[in-house]
């Protein structure tokens, strides 16, 4: 993708439902879109999904109600979808059905459609980065990185050359890290390797639940660029769960904000790309102004919750 794309705004749909409001560097969609405002097929599309964990049971738990959204494919570029909320909100719950994971999936009710199909389990169209480190303690970064290769069969030269490109794409050394395990690693270098492991296997699309929700500021932002430059890269759509406004403004095209529990999508915003590092995009008036309405919009939805309204 060349760097002019990068800085064009954010993908019009023809049918985006409209009246919108600008704020900042995004705008506020009328109203969360729905399969017909769509140019080209859903990545993903959710029918009024429901999950009740423990149901029928005294401690039965509806997470999300009547949810309903839709990611649009966009071919040889992939969306960069960022989903904000209260915490227990149904987040994860949301990121695990298009996952495909237990106890998640299956839905209770309702339809969780990935490019065109009902899903029935993982699979591998679909990749999975999550907050805490999850590489395998007794092996290598290069076996991690190369483990999915390794499921499918791939021989071991291969495998490894591949796996040594992508330990330098993610920005570890070769020289220096490929034969370290785990706990020789930073969080941020973990984060690193997860990353690889998950985007060497070229999924359509990367599924991440808070991945650098452990990171210090400094490392969060390096790797929010690290991420974005990938992601431009591998042209997958990217469906990104954070606790951080300006992560989700810096790195989304596309902003869902949800409500409390039972979580549903309030809110969409769209979202012009960053052309910048995200040192610097958060200095400027238009990225604040978008951070500060999510702001508020979330701090209502908190108070309203503590009020029990
Ligand atoms: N396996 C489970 N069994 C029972 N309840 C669950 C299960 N998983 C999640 N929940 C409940 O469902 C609700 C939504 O959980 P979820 O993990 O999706 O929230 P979240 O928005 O990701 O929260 P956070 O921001 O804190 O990560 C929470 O109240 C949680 O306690
Ligand atoms: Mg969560």
Not at 10 to 36: H, I, T
Not at 152 to 174: F, K
Not at 220 to 227: G, I, K, T
Not at 285 to 303: C, M, N
Request: charged content about 25%; overall charge neutral; some cysteine.
């Amino acid at each position: 993708m060349t760097e002019n794309a990068a800085a064009s705004p954010a993908p019009a749909s023809a049918a985006v439902p409209r009246p919108y409001q600008p704020v900042g560097m995004g705008e506020v969609l009328s109203q969360v879109r729905k399969p017909e405002d769509l140019v080209r097929p859903a990545a993903v599309e959710f029918r009024n999904v429901s999950k009740t964990y423990n149901a029928g049971l005294p401690n039965e738990y509806t997470a999300i109600r009547n949810v309903s959204f839709v990611v649009e494919d966009l071919v040889a570029k992939g969306e960069f979808v960022c989903t904000l909320g209260p915490s227990g909100c149904g987040k994860s719950t949301i990121l695990r059905l298009i996952a495909g994971l237990a106890p998640q999936h299956p839905a209770t009710a309702g339809d969780v459609i990935v490019l065109g199909r009902p899903i029935d389990g993982p699979g591998p169209d679909r990749g999975m980065v999550f907050q805490d480190y999850t590489s395998f303690d007794h092996r290598t970064v290069l076996d991690n990185v190369t483990f999915g290769l390794e499921c499918q069969g791939m021989p071991r030269r291969q495998r490894y050359d591949l796996g040594r490109h992508w330990i330098e794409r993610v920005g570890l050394s070769v020289d220096k890290d490929q034969y370290k395990y785990p706990h020789e690693l930073s969080g941020g270098m973990r984060q690193r390797v997860a990353i690889a492991r998950t985007l060497i296997l070229r999924p359509r699309i990367i599924l991440m639940d808070e991945p650098f929700g452990a990171l210090d500021p400094m490392t969060r932002m390096n790797m929010q660029d690290l991420l974005l430059t990938l992601w431009r890269e591998v042209e997958a759509t990217v469906f990104f769960i954070t606790h951080s406004i300006e992560e989700a403004v810096f790195l989304g095209d596309r902003v869902y904000i949800m409500s409390n529990s039972p979580g549903t999508i309030l809110k969409e915003m769209q979202i012009r790309p960053s052309d910048k590092p995200a040192k610097e995009m958060q200095k400027e008036a238009g990225f604040q102004e978008t951070v500060f309405y999510i702001r508020d919009v979330i701090s209502h939805l908190e108070e309203s919750r503590r009020a029990g309204t």
